[in-house]
Protein backbone atom coordinates (compact mmCIF):
# COMPACT_ATOMS: atom_id res chain seq x y z
CA UNK A 1 0.00 0.00 0.00
CA UNK A 2 2.98 2.32 1.16
CA UNK A 3 4.88 1.33 -2.08
CA UNK A 4 1.56 2.07 -4.33
CA UNK A 5 1.68 5.64 -2.93
CA UNK A 6 5.14 6.09 -3.41
CA UNK A 7 4.89 5.19 -6.91
CA UNK A 8 1.63 7.57 -7.47
CA UNK A 9 3.34 10.51 -5.72
CA UNK A 10 6.72 9.77 -7.88
CA UNK A 11 4.33 9.81 -11.33
CA UNK A 12 2.56 12.76 -10.36
CA UNK A 13 5.80 14.35 -10.04
CA UNK A 14 6.90 13.35 -13.30
CA UNK A 15 4.17 14.20 -14.70
CA UNK A 16 3.88 17.76 -12.71
CA UNK A 17 7.51 18.56 -13.69
CA UNK A 18 6.47 17.18 -17.76
CA UNK A 19 3.52 19.91 -17.50
CA UNK A 20 5.82 22.75 -16.33
CA UNK A 21 8.24 21.83 -19.07
CA UNK A 22 5.91 22.01 -21.40
CA UNK A 23 4.50 25.33 -20.72
CA UNK A 24 7.92 26.21 -20.48
CA UNK A 25 8.16 25.64 -24.08
CA UNK A 26 4.72 26.63 -25.25
CA UNK A 27 5.45 30.21 -23.42
CA UNK A 28 9.44 30.84 -24.12
CA UNK A 29 8.86 32.36 -27.23
CA UNK A 30 5.98 34.78 -27.26
CA UNK A 31 5.51 38.23 -26.19
CA UNK A 32 6.04 39.74 -23.64
CA UNK A 33 9.71 39.13 -23.74
CA UNK A 34 11.65 39.71 -20.81
CA UNK A 35 14.59 40.79 -22.02
CA UNK A 36 16.10 42.98 -19.27
CA UNK A 37 15.53 40.01 -16.70
CA UNK A 38 16.77 37.27 -19.14
CA UNK A 39 20.30 39.51 -19.36
CA UNK A 40 19.96 39.58 -15.42
CA UNK A 41 19.66 36.43 -15.06
CA UNK A 42 22.08 35.97 -17.33
CA UNK A 43 24.70 37.55 -14.90
CA UNK A 44 23.48 36.03 -12.05
CA UNK A 45 23.76 32.71 -12.76
CA UNK A 46 26.90 32.81 -15.20
CA UNK A 47 29.32 35.48 -14.33
CA UNK A 48 28.95 35.21 -10.74
CA UNK A 49 29.25 31.34 -11.24
CA UNK A 50 32.43 31.69 -12.53
CA UNK A 51 34.71 32.27 -9.59
CA UNK A 52 33.60 28.76 -8.09
CA UNK A 53 33.21 26.73 -11.82
CA UNK A 54 36.70 28.41 -12.47
CA UNK A 55 38.63 27.01 -9.15
CA UNK A 56 36.98 23.67 -9.08
CA UNK A 57 38.03 23.06 -12.56
CA UNK A 58 41.26 24.02 -11.72
CA UNK A 59 41.93 21.82 -9.22
CA UNK A 60 39.93 18.92 -10.97
CA UNK A 61 42.47 18.92 -14.14
CA UNK A 62 45.40 19.39 -11.61
CA UNK A 63 44.11 16.42 -9.27
CA UNK A 64 42.87 14.28 -12.50
CA UNK A 65 46.79 14.52 -14.03
CA UNK A 66 48.47 13.33 -10.24
CA UNK A 67 46.17 10.57 -9.78
CA UNK A 68 46.66 9.52 -13.63
CA UNK A 69 50.44 9.47 -13.81
CA UNK A 70 51.49 6.89 -11.47
CA UNK A 71 49.92 4.47 -13.69
CA UNK A 72 50.58 6.01 -16.67
CA UNK A 73 54.02 5.63 -15.92
CA UNK A 74 53.79 1.76 -15.14
CA UNK A 75 52.35 1.59 -18.45
CA UNK A 76 55.39 3.37 -19.60
CA UNK A 77 52.79 5.85 -21.50
CA UNK A 78 53.99 8.87 -19.53
CA UNK A 79 54.00 11.13 -22.69
CA UNK A 80 50.27 9.93 -23.37
CA UNK A 81 49.48 12.25 -20.02
CA UNK A 82 47.91 15.62 -21.77
CA UNK A 83 46.03 13.49 -24.39
CA UNK A 84 44.25 11.50 -22.22
CA UNK A 85 43.14 14.05 -19.60
CA UNK A 86 42.17 16.56 -22.73
CA UNK A 87 40.00 13.75 -24.02
CA UNK A 88 38.54 13.18 -20.23
CA UNK A 89 37.80 16.50 -19.71
CA UNK A 90 36.73 17.35 -22.56
CA UNK A 91 34.26 14.61 -23.46
CA UNK A 92 33.19 13.73 -19.58
CA UNK A 93 34.42 15.16 -16.80
CA UNK A 94 34.55 18.67 -17.93
CA UNK A 95 30.47 18.52 -18.58
CA UNK A 96 29.57 16.73 -15.71
CA UNK A 97 31.47 17.82 -12.91
CA UNK A 98 30.77 20.92 -13.86
CA UNK A 99 26.69 20.61 -14.61
CA UNK A 100 26.80 19.17 -10.93
CA UNK A 101 28.72 21.83 -9.05
CA UNK A 102 25.92 24.21 -11.34
CA UNK A 103 23.39 22.58 -9.63
CA UNK A 104 24.45 22.59 -6.55
CA UNK A 105 24.85 26.29 -6.86
CA UNK A 106 22.40 27.79 -9.36
CA UNK A 107 19.66 25.31 -8.96
CA UNK A 108 19.49 25.37 -5.06
CA UNK A 109 19.20 29.29 -5.21
CA UNK A 110 16.68 29.47 -7.99
CA UNK A 111 14.81 26.75 -5.70
CA UNK A 112 15.15 29.05 -2.68
CA UNK A 113 14.20 32.27 -4.23
CA UNK A 114 11.28 31.44 -6.14
CA UNK A 115 10.39 29.06 -2.90
CA UNK A 116 10.45 32.16 -0.41
CA UNK A 117 8.89 34.23 -3.19
CA UNK A 118 6.18 31.57 -3.36
CA UNK A 119 5.22 31.41 0.14
CA UNK A 120 5.79 35.60 0.93
CA UNK A 121 3.19 36.02 -1.89
CA UNK A 122 5.56 38.11 -4.09
CA UNK A 123 4.78 36.19 -6.88
CA UNK A 124 0.65 36.39 -6.22
CA UNK A 125 1.78 40.47 -6.16
CA UNK A 126 3.58 40.03 -9.54
CA UNK A 127 0.32 39.14 -11.01
CA UNK A 128 -1.34 41.54 -9.72
CA UNK A 129 1.17 43.87 -11.00
CA UNK A 130 0.15 42.98 -15.18
CA UNK A 131 3.23 40.72 -15.05
CA UNK A 132 2.96 36.97 -16.21
CA UNK A 133 5.31 35.76 -12.86
CA UNK A 134 5.76 32.35 -15.41
CA UNK A 135 7.09 34.66 -18.08
CA UNK A 136 9.34 36.70 -15.29
CA UNK A 137 10.77 34.16 -13.36
CA UNK A 138 10.64 30.94 -14.89
CA UNK A 139 11.58 31.50 -18.73
CA UNK A 140 13.98 34.06 -17.87
CA UNK A 141 15.91 31.63 -15.18
CA UNK A 142 15.30 28.66 -17.55
CA UNK A 143 16.60 29.85 -20.92
CA UNK A 144 19.26 31.71 -18.33
CA UNK A 145 20.62 28.24 -17.27
CA UNK A 146 19.95 27.00 -20.90
CA UNK A 147 22.84 29.41 -22.34
CA UNK A 148 25.11 29.89 -19.52
CA UNK A 149 26.30 26.24 -18.66
CA UNK A 150 27.43 25.92 -22.04
CA UNK A 151 29.89 28.70 -21.47
CA UNK A 152 30.77 28.04 -18.01
CA UNK A 153 31.58 24.70 -19.24
CA UNK A 154 34.05 25.75 -21.95
CA UNK A 155 35.41 28.13 -19.51
CA UNK A 156 36.03 25.32 -17.10
CA UNK A 157 37.67 23.02 -19.21
CA UNK A 158 40.02 25.47 -21.09
CA UNK A 159 40.88 26.51 -16.51
CA UNK A 160 41.16 22.47 -16.27
CA UNK A 161 43.49 21.96 -18.90
CA UNK A 162 45.60 24.84 -17.34
CA UNK A 163 45.42 22.39 -14.48
CA UNK A 164 46.84 19.58 -16.10
CA UNK A 165 49.49 21.41 -17.18
CA UNK A 166 50.48 22.74 -13.55
CA UNK A 167 50.04 18.50 -12.85
CA UNK A 168 52.60 17.32 -15.64
CA UNK A 169 54.89 19.53 -14.82
CA UNK A 170 55.12 19.52 -11.20
CA UNK A 171 57.13 16.01 -11.27
CA UNK A 172 57.96 16.67 -15.39
CA UNK A 173 58.85 19.13 -18.00
CA UNK A 174 56.93 19.96 -21.14
CA UNK A 175 56.99 23.07 -22.45
CA UNK A 176 52.95 24.90 -22.79
CA UNK A 177 53.58 24.85 -26.54
CA UNK A 178 53.56 20.28 -26.21
CA UNK A 179 51.26 20.39 -24.11
CA UNK A 180 48.71 22.06 -26.04
CA UNK A 181 49.62 20.41 -28.97
CA UNK A 182 49.23 16.92 -27.60
CA UNK A 183 46.05 18.00 -26.19
CA UNK A 184 44.43 19.25 -29.45
CA UNK A 185 46.04 16.60 -31.52
CA UNK A 186 43.96 13.71 -29.04
CA UNK A 187 40.72 15.95 -29.78
CA UNK A 188 38.59 15.74 -32.93
CA UNK A 189 35.14 17.21 -33.59
CA UNK A 190 33.45 13.72 -32.45
CA UNK A 191 34.83 14.78 -29.27
CA UNK A 192 33.88 17.91 -29.43
CA UNK A 193 30.60 18.43 -30.37
CA UNK A 194 28.35 16.04 -28.37
CA UNK A 195 30.07 17.17 -25.20
CA UNK A 196 28.88 20.52 -26.06
CA UNK A 197 25.55 20.00 -26.65
CA UNK A 198 24.44 17.70 -24.11
CA UNK A 199 25.59 20.94 -21.72
CA UNK A 200 22.72 22.83 -23.03
CA UNK A 201 20.51 19.61 -21.80
CA UNK A 202 22.52 19.53 -18.27
CA UNK A 203 21.78 23.78 -18.21
CA UNK A 204 17.92 23.12 -19.04
CA UNK A 205 17.51 20.65 -16.45
CA UNK A 206 19.10 22.75 -13.64
CA UNK A 207 16.86 25.89 -14.40
CA UNK A 208 13.61 23.59 -15.17
CA UNK A 209 14.03 21.37 -11.62
CA UNK A 210 15.30 24.64 -9.84
CA UNK A 211 12.38 26.78 -11.38
CA UNK A 212 9.99 23.44 -10.75
CA UNK A 213 10.49 23.14 -7.16
CA UNK A 214 10.83 26.95 -6.37
CA UNK A 215 7.55 27.78 -7.74
CA UNK A 216 5.65 25.02 -6.49
CA UNK A 217 7.21 25.09 -3.23
CA UNK A 218 4.62 25.56 0.10
CA UNK A 219 4.20 24.52 3.33
CA UNK A 220 6.05 27.79 4.81
CA UNK A 221 10.10 28.13 5.89
CA UNK A 222 10.10 24.57 5.67
CA UNK A 223 9.05 24.43 2.27
CA UNK A 224 11.55 26.82 0.90
CA UNK A 225 14.55 24.57 2.15
CA UNK A 226 12.86 21.30 0.68
CA UNK A 227 12.67 23.17 -2.39
CA UNK A 228 16.00 24.10 -3.04
CA UNK A 229 17.56 20.91 -1.50
CA UNK A 230 15.15 18.57 -3.73
CA UNK A 231 16.01 20.97 -6.63
CA UNK A 232 19.73 19.97 -6.49
CA UNK A 233 18.93 16.21 -5.79
CA UNK A 234 16.74 16.35 -8.67
CA UNK A 235 18.90 17.67 -11.31
CA UNK A 236 22.14 16.07 -10.38
CA UNK A 237 20.31 12.54 -11.00
CA UNK A 238 18.87 13.84 -13.93
CA UNK A 239 22.42 15.04 -15.34
CA UNK A 240 23.75 11.56 -14.93
CA UNK A 241 20.40 10.35 -16.42
CA UNK A 242 20.87 12.52 -19.75
CA UNK A 243 24.61 11.73 -19.68
CA UNK A 244 23.90 8.42 -20.07
CA UNK A 245 21.50 8.86 -22.77
CA UNK A 246 24.06 11.32 -24.49
CA UNK A 247 26.74 8.76 -24.96
CA UNK A 248 24.10 6.01 -26.03
CA UNK A 249 22.95 8.59 -28.63
CA UNK A 250 26.11 9.56 -29.74
CA UNK A 251 26.86 5.80 -29.93
CA UNK A 252 23.91 4.94 -32.31
CA UNK A 253 24.93 8.08 -34.41
CA UNK A 254 29.15 6.88 -34.91
CA UNK A 255 30.46 9.80 -32.88
CA UNK A 256 32.06 8.04 -30.35
CA UNK B 1 -33.38 57.20 -12.69
CA UNK B 2 -32.53 56.61 -8.64
CA UNK B 3 -32.68 53.37 -9.44
CA UNK B 4 -29.89 53.85 -12.43
CA UNK B 5 -27.58 56.10 -9.70
CA UNK B 6 -27.34 53.71 -7.92
CA UNK B 7 -26.06 51.35 -10.12
CA UNK B 8 -23.74 53.62 -11.47
CA UNK B 9 -21.97 53.54 -7.75
CA UNK B 10 -21.31 50.13 -7.94
CA UNK B 11 -17.80 49.37 -8.55
CA UNK B 12 -17.96 45.82 -7.66
CA UNK B 13 -21.17 43.40 -7.21
CA UNK B 14 -20.33 39.96 -6.23
CA UNK B 15 -23.44 37.30 -6.64
CA UNK B 16 -23.63 33.74 -5.79
CA UNK B 17 -19.97 32.92 -5.73
CA UNK B 18 -18.82 29.59 -4.84
CA UNK B 19 -15.64 28.41 -4.39
CA UNK B 20 -14.52 24.56 -2.75
CA UNK B 21 -11.47 23.09 -2.55
CA UNK B 22 -11.84 19.26 -2.65
CA UNK B 23 -14.98 18.76 0.01
CA UNK B 24 -13.73 21.89 1.38
CA UNK B 25 -16.84 24.57 0.70
CA UNK B 26 -14.83 27.58 1.44
CA UNK B 27 -17.88 30.46 -0.31
CA UNK B 28 -21.31 29.20 -0.94
CA UNK B 29 -23.83 31.38 -2.68
CA UNK B 30 -21.55 34.92 -1.55
CA UNK B 31 -23.33 38.15 -2.77
CA UNK B 32 -21.94 41.10 -2.26
CA UNK B 33 -22.42 44.95 -3.09
CA UNK B 34 -19.25 47.85 -3.14
CA UNK B 35 -20.34 51.15 -3.82
CA UNK B 36 -17.66 54.12 -4.68
CA UNK B 37 -16.32 55.52 -1.63
CA UNK B 38 -17.36 53.07 0.52
CA UNK B 39 -15.06 50.75 3.04
CA UNK B 40 -17.04 47.84 3.81
CA UNK B 41 -15.20 45.10 6.23
CA UNK B 42 -15.27 41.49 5.83
CA UNK B 43 -15.16 40.18 9.00
CA UNK B 44 -14.12 36.36 10.22
CA UNK B 45 -12.74 33.67 11.47
CA UNK B 46 -9.20 32.47 10.91
CA UNK B 47 -10.13 29.75 7.75
CA UNK B 48 -13.63 30.91 6.84
CA UNK B 49 -12.56 31.82 3.16
CA UNK B 50 -11.83 35.63 3.29
CA UNK B 51 -8.45 35.58 1.69
CA UNK B 52 -10.04 33.42 -0.54
CA UNK B 53 -12.75 35.42 -1.44
CA UNK B 54 -10.42 38.99 -2.77
CA UNK B 55 -7.95 36.71 -4.25
CA UNK B 56 -11.14 35.00 -6.65
CA UNK B 57 -11.82 39.03 -6.88
CA UNK B 58 -8.74 39.80 -8.41
CA UNK B 59 -8.49 36.86 -10.75
CA UNK B 60 -5.95 34.97 -8.16
CA UNK B 61 -8.25 32.08 -7.84
CA UNK B 62 -11.16 30.85 -9.97
CA UNK B 63 -14.43 30.60 -8.68
CA UNK B 64 -16.61 27.41 -9.05
CA UNK B 65 -19.38 29.43 -10.12
CA UNK B 66 -20.96 33.13 -9.61
CA UNK B 67 -19.90 35.93 -11.12
CA UNK B 68 -17.84 38.93 -10.48
CA UNK B 69 -18.51 42.00 -11.45
CA UNK B 70 -15.87 44.98 -11.24
CA UNK B 71 -17.12 48.05 -13.26
CA UNK B 72 -19.90 46.51 -14.66
CA UNK B 73 -17.43 43.73 -16.30
CA UNK B 74 -17.52 40.51 -14.95
CA UNK B 75 -14.23 39.47 -14.31
CA UNK B 76 -14.33 35.99 -15.43
CA UNK B 77 -15.52 36.04 -18.72
CA UNK B 78 -12.33 38.44 -19.58
CA UNK B 79 -9.31 37.24 -20.97
CA UNK B 80 -5.55 37.85 -19.84
CA UNK B 81 -5.46 41.45 -21.45
CA UNK B 82 -8.50 42.93 -20.30
CA UNK B 83 -8.47 41.28 -17.01
CA UNK B 84 -5.18 43.31 -16.71
CA UNK B 85 -6.59 46.59 -17.02
CA UNK B 86 -9.05 45.86 -14.56
CA UNK B 87 -6.59 45.05 -11.88
CA UNK B 88 -4.75 48.11 -12.80
CA UNK B 89 -7.57 50.03 -11.03
CA UNK B 90 -7.65 47.48 -8.30
CA UNK B 91 -4.90 47.79 -5.07
CA UNK B 92 -4.34 44.92 -3.71
CA UNK B 93 -2.30 44.99 -0.27
CA UNK B 94 -1.33 41.53 0.57
CA UNK B 95 -1.70 40.63 4.52
CA UNK B 96 2.64 39.41 3.88
CA UNK B 97 2.84 42.77 2.03
CA UNK B 98 4.73 40.75 -0.51
CA UNK B 99 7.52 43.18 -1.10
CA UNK B 100 10.25 42.45 -3.42
CA UNK B 101 13.23 41.53 -1.24
CA UNK B 102 15.57 41.94 -4.49
CA UNK B 103 14.41 45.43 -5.31
CA UNK B 104 14.98 48.88 -3.08
CA UNK B 105 11.37 50.45 -1.98
CA UNK B 106 11.83 52.73 -5.35
CA UNK B 107 12.04 49.46 -7.90
CA UNK B 108 8.95 47.88 -5.80
CA UNK B 109 7.00 51.23 -6.40
CA UNK B 110 7.96 51.16 -10.08
CA UNK B 111 7.24 47.77 -10.74
CA UNK B 112 3.69 47.93 -11.14
CA UNK B 113 4.06 51.96 -13.39
CA UNK B 114 6.51 49.65 -15.44
CA UNK B 115 4.30 46.77 -15.96
CA UNK B 116 0.48 47.46 -16.68
CA UNK B 117 1.58 48.70 -20.38
CA UNK B 118 0.86 52.24 -19.37
CA UNK B 119 3.55 54.65 -20.85
CA UNK B 120 4.80 56.92 -18.19
CA UNK B 121 7.62 58.69 -18.93
CA UNK B 122 10.86 58.58 -16.26
CA UNK B 123 9.71 61.83 -14.79
CA UNK B 124 6.31 60.79 -14.04
CA UNK B 125 7.70 57.55 -12.86
CA UNK B 126 10.07 59.41 -10.36
CA UNK B 127 6.92 61.86 -9.32
CA UNK B 128 4.51 58.96 -8.55
CA UNK B 129 6.95 57.11 -6.84
CA UNK B 130 8.09 60.16 -4.36
CA UNK B 131 4.24 61.28 -3.93
CA UNK B 132 3.29 57.97 -2.99
CA UNK B 133 6.07 57.36 -0.61
CA UNK B 134 5.12 61.34 1.00
CA UNK B 135 1.30 59.58 1.22
CA UNK B 136 2.66 57.19 3.70
CA UNK B 137 5.20 59.33 5.48
CA UNK B 138 8.29 57.00 4.16
CA UNK B 139 9.99 59.42 1.52
CA UNK B 140 12.95 59.02 2.88
CA UNK B 141 13.32 55.56 2.61
CA UNK B 142 13.26 55.21 -1.60
CA UNK B 143 16.66 53.71 -1.52
CA UNK B 144 16.55 51.24 1.53
CA UNK B 145 15.94 47.38 0.75
CA UNK B 146 12.96 45.93 2.50
CA UNK B 147 14.66 43.71 4.82
CA UNK B 148 16.08 47.31 6.02
CA UNK B 149 12.79 48.68 7.11
CA UNK B 150 10.29 47.47 9.94
CA UNK B 151 6.90 45.66 10.15
CA UNK B 152 5.15 48.85 10.07
CA UNK B 153 7.24 50.59 7.57
CA UNK B 154 7.52 47.61 5.31
CA UNK B 155 3.05 47.64 5.05
CA UNK B 156 3.14 51.25 4.67
CA UNK B 157 5.57 50.29 1.41
CA UNK B 158 3.17 48.19 0.76
CA UNK B 159 0.38 50.58 0.90
CA UNK B 160 2.37 53.18 -1.19
CA UNK B 161 2.51 50.58 -4.25
CA UNK B 162 -0.94 49.74 -3.71
CA UNK B 163 -1.61 53.27 -4.21
CA UNK B 164 0.73 54.42 -6.76
CA UNK B 165 -2.03 53.61 -9.70
CA UNK B 166 -4.29 55.99 -7.84
CA UNK B 167 -6.62 52.55 -8.21
CA UNK B 168 -10.86 52.73 -7.24
CA UNK B 169 -11.23 50.02 -5.83
CA UNK B 170 -8.60 48.60 -2.98
CA UNK B 171 -8.44 45.40 -1.04
CA UNK B 172 -6.94 44.89 2.27
CA UNK B 173 -6.28 41.29 3.55
CA UNK B 174 -5.54 41.43 7.03
CA UNK B 175 -3.66 45.17 6.81
CA UNK B 176 -3.26 44.97 11.09
CA UNK B 177 -2.40 41.44 10.82
CA UNK B 178 1.05 41.06 12.83
CA UNK B 179 1.40 44.63 13.86
CA UNK B 180 1.73 46.34 17.33
CA UNK B 181 -2.12 47.84 18.52
CA UNK B 182 0.22 51.24 18.25
CA UNK B 183 1.31 50.45 14.08
CA UNK B 184 -2.11 49.02 13.68
CA UNK B 185 -4.30 51.75 14.61
CA UNK B 186 -1.67 54.07 12.26
CA UNK B 187 -2.48 51.78 9.60
CA UNK B 188 -6.22 52.25 10.30
CA UNK B 189 -5.97 56.03 10.33
CA UNK B 190 -3.85 55.77 6.69
CA UNK B 191 -6.46 53.39 5.42
CA UNK B 192 -9.27 55.82 6.11
CA UNK B 193 -7.23 58.99 5.06
CA UNK B 194 -6.76 57.53 1.65
CA UNK B 195 -10.85 56.86 1.31
CA UNK B 196 -11.08 60.37 2.30
CA UNK B 197 -8.36 61.46 -0.30
CA UNK B 198 -9.16 59.27 -3.02
CA UNK B 199 -12.49 58.64 -2.81
CA UNK B 200 -11.55 54.86 -3.39
CA UNK B 201 -13.73 51.91 -2.69
CA UNK B 202 -12.45 49.97 -0.65
CA UNK B 203 -12.80 45.89 0.47
CA UNK B 204 -10.89 45.25 3.60
CA UNK B 205 -10.24 41.84 4.88
CA UNK B 206 -9.91 41.57 8.70
CA UNK B 207 -10.71 40.10 12.18
CA UNK B 208 -9.45 43.01 14.42
CA UNK B 209 -12.24 44.88 15.52
CA UNK B 210 -10.58 48.05 15.74
CA UNK B 211 -10.18 48.15 12.18
CA UNK B 212 -14.00 47.52 11.42
CA UNK B 213 -14.53 49.82 14.15
CA UNK B 214 -12.50 53.02 12.47
CA UNK B 215 -12.43 51.60 9.31
CA UNK B 216 -15.77 50.46 7.75
CA UNK B 217 -18.67 52.47 6.82
CA UNK B 218 -20.37 48.70 6.67
CA UNK B 219 -19.63 44.97 7.61
CA UNK B 220 -20.46 41.82 6.26
CA UNK B 221 -19.99 38.90 8.95
CA UNK B 222 -18.79 35.71 6.78
CA UNK B 223 -19.71 32.33 8.59
CA UNK B 224 -19.35 28.82 6.76
CA UNK B 225 -19.08 30.68 3.72
CA UNK B 226 -22.03 32.86 3.65
CA UNK B 227 -22.69 36.21 4.31
CA UNK B 228 -24.20 35.62 7.95
CA UNK B 229 -24.71 39.01 8.95
CA UNK B 230 -24.22 42.62 7.62
CA UNK B 231 -25.07 45.89 8.88
CA UNK B 232 -23.07 49.15 10.32
CA UNK B 233 -20.50 48.61 13.21
CA UNK B 234 -22.79 50.29 15.89
CA UNK B 235 -25.87 47.57 14.74
CA UNK B 236 -23.89 44.86 14.78
CA UNK B 237 -22.07 45.10 18.28
CA UNK B 238 -26.03 45.32 19.33
CA UNK B 239 -27.07 41.99 18.00
CA UNK B 240 -28.17 39.42 20.03
CA UNK B 241 -26.95 36.44 17.79
CA UNK B 242 -24.66 34.65 19.91
CA UNK B 243 -22.72 34.11 16.23
CA UNK B 244 -22.08 37.58 15.72
CA UNK B 245 -21.84 38.65 19.18
CA UNK B 246 -18.85 35.96 19.50
CA UNK B 247 -16.87 38.69 17.02
CA UNK B 248 -17.50 41.69 19.12
CA UNK B 249 -16.80 40.33 22.80
Known sequence: ?256 | MIENDHDNNIVLRIRNLNKAFGDNKVLSDFNLELYKNQNIVVLGKSGSGKSVLIKCIIGLLKPDSGSIEIFNKNSLDLNTEELDKIRAKIGFLFQSNALYDSMTVRDNLEFPLRRHWINYSQDEIQKMVVQALTDVQLAHTIDMMPVELSGGMRKRIALARTLILKPEIILYDEPTTGLDPITGKEIINLMVEIKNKYNTASLIISHDIKCVKYASDNVIILLEGKCYASGKYEELILSKDEKVKQFFE
Open chain 1, 1 to 256: MKNTSSINIFLKEVGDTSGFGWRFLTQWFRPRYEIKEFIKQCYIIGYKSLPLIGLTGFIMGLVLTMQLRPTMVDYGVESQIPAIVGIAIIREIGPVITALIFAGKIGSSIGAELGSMKVTEQIDAMEVSGTNPFKYLVVSRILATTFMLPILVILSDTISLYGAYLGVNIRNVTSFQLFWIQVFDSLSFNDVLPAFIKTYFFGFVVGLIGCYKGYNSNKGTEGVGKSANSAVVVSSVLIFIIDLLAVQITDLLGFN
